[in-house]
């Protein structure tokens, strides 16, 4: 121990070895929980991820990035309008529903966006994008959306943080 009691991490370079470490390493970075619908082929689909960042204010652009490995990745790809739901504290149902063999929309009323995108009014804000940009990400591509409208009700957001849902807590 070192520096009033804090241990030093132990480093490690990234790969096949330290896969379980670096996940460790990234849950350390709370993020908030977003539900990403959009309408397809295959009718209405919702995806959860919690890799969404703002780009940009002027023009207003967001950011997430969907897995490769997920069976609805080509339908995300190929998408050129979606909606971003940031999640409510209280919406973990709504995770469940969106989980790989969930329910998804089935049993839910659909309201569609004026793009026919499926929308959830739970939402503590809301943006409905217009694919703009692709990147490459690895295991991950980037999908950068120009928001066309936005919409927030406030109230707590589900966070994410070292593999368990939670809320925010203020200091002080």
Do not use: K
């Not at 619908?37 to 940009?56: C, L």
């Not at 839910?108 to 809301?126: K, M, Q």
């Amino acid at each position: 121990m070192a520096d009033g009691g804090h241990m030093h991490p132990a480093e490690f370079a990234p790969g096949p070895a330290t896969t379980r470490a670096l996940r460790d390493a990234l849950g350390c970075f709370a993020t908030g929980v977003t539900l990403i619908t959009i309408d397809s082929a295959d009718g209405p689909m919702g995806f959860a991820a919690n890799s969404f960042a703002s780009v940009s204010l002027d023009p207003a652009l967001v950011l997430w990035s969907p897995a490769r490995a997920s069976r609805r990745f080509p339908h995300y790809l190929a998408a050129r309008h979606y909606a971003i739901h940031v999640l409510p504290i209280d919406a973990q149902d709504l995770l469940a529903r969106f989980a790989r063999d969930g329910a998804g929309f089935d049993g839910l009323d659909v309201t569609r966006n004026a793009e026919g995108v499926p929308v959830l009014d739970r939402a503590v804000a809301r943006f409905d994008c217009r694919q703009h940009a692709v990147h490459e990400g690895g295991d991950h591509m980037i999908i950068i959306g120009e928001v066309m409208r936005a919409s927030h009700r406030g109230g707590d957001a589900l966070m994410f943080h070292q593999g368990q849902y939670g809320g925010f807590s203020p200091l002080g």
